[in-house]
């Protein structure tokens, strides 16, 4: 008896769903997350193949792109390395720093909003 109740139970559903009601479920507003900057400093102790090796180790940059950014940060104090989501920038620019400890340079990065 149990049975049949359980399979008339299992009929009217899919008998409703059948009668042409449609639910539309609304899709949640999605916008693009907050974008950083990671932002080499200028120092004067880093030898510039150190940034060049950097910027191409970290930031996938060609030799010709690393060299144009070290250029950027020797004669102006600072370049942006490249723009990812708060979290990347952040591992980032650590990740760097700590390379550039480990490898005894001081060379730094910071993060910063990224400019539209």
Do not use: W
């Not at 008998?15 to 639910?23: A, E, I, P």
């Not at 609304?26 to 510039?48: F, G, H, I, Q």
């Not at 792109?65 to 250029?71: K, W």
């Amino acid at each position: 008896m149990i049975e049949s109740n359980l399979s008339l139970s299992n009929e009217d559903t899919h008998h409703d769903h059948d009668s042409g009601t449609v639910v539309q479920e609304s899709k949640p507003e999605l916008k693009r997350p907050a974008m950083y900057s990671v932002v080499m400093l200028n120092d004067d102790y880093t030898p510039m193949e150190f940034v060049v090796e950097v910027l191409q180790t970290f930031f996938s940059k060609t030799p010709e792109q690393a060299t144009q950014i070290m250029l950027t940060v020797h004669t102006k104090g600072s370049a942006v390395c490249a723009t990812y989501t708060k979290d990347v920038a952040e591992t980032k620019a650590a990740l760097v720093n700590q390379y550039a400890r480990d490898c005894q340079h001081p060379l730094m990065c910071e993060i910063a909003p990224a400019q539209d």
